[in-house]
């Protein structure tokens, strides 16, 4: 299915996890939001992960093959970070996975950000800003998202969604944890009308 047929899926309660969830299996076929560069662009856009104003200026100067490779870098970056996941999901992370979080320390070397002082409703605050040299510079919300996912989430509540074909991941912020699946509306009304047939086939047989 093409990707542009169906808005990006954000509803992993995490920024991190929703770059995973680019790619999905939303009804029955897999869905990837960043297959080309033009996806990849719009995905950050619906996320809200780059300004606007850059995501036009982006693919005003950029070429194709630029941002279809731009793209494949984040595809990469998302299915190594997707094993990490994977991995870990349903357990705290201890000080031994650190080193397999070494590229993307390296990553966030790379990032340019300056810190600003600026006035809003409650006085002076200091907000972080973003340089934007280059298209790849694109890549650093996604990696400060993946980082912040590992520094800020509990991965005892990272989970899966129980839906039986469904590859979407979430962090569980209910509270009594109890969260299973991506979306009430797409899996759980699933699991709902699946349950309900299975009853009304039983009460026929007895």
């Known amino acids: 299915m093409n990707y542009r047929e169906i808005p990006a899926i954000l509803l992993a309660d995490a920024p991190g996890l929703d770059f995973l969830n680019s790619l999905a299996t939303p009804i029955d076929e897999p869905i990837d939001w960043i297959a080309d560069g033009e996806g990849l662009l719009s995905w ?3 996320a809200e992960f780059v300004p606007v104003d850059v995501i036009r200026r982006v693919r005003a100067e950029a070429s194709s093959a ?4 731009l793209a ?13 996941v994977q991995k870990r999901k349903g357990r705290a992370l201890s000080s031994m996975d650190l080193r397999e979080l070494e590229p993307l320390n390296r990553a966030l070397e790379r990032d340019e950000q300056h810190g600003e002082i ?3 409703e409650t006085g002076f605050a200091l907000r972080m800003r973003r340089r934007w040299p280059t298209s790849e510079s694109l890549l650093m919300p996604i990696v400060e998202a993946l980082a912040k996912l590992v520094c800020e989430e509990d991965f005892a509540q990272v989970k899966a969604c129980e839906g039986p074909a469904c590859t979407l991941l979430f962090a569980d912020h209910t509270r009594g944890h109890a969260r299973r699946w991506c979306s009430m509306a797409i899996c759980g009304n699933r699991a709902k009308v699946a349950a309900h047939r299975k009853r009304v086939k039983e009460g026929a047989r007895s």
């Open 44 to 46: 950050l856009e619906q």
């Open 118 to 120: 600026v006035v809003d």
């Open 66 to 69: 630029d941002l279809d490779e």
């Open 72 to 84: 494949a870098k984040a595809r990469d970056l998302r299915e190594w970070f997707r094993a990490f």
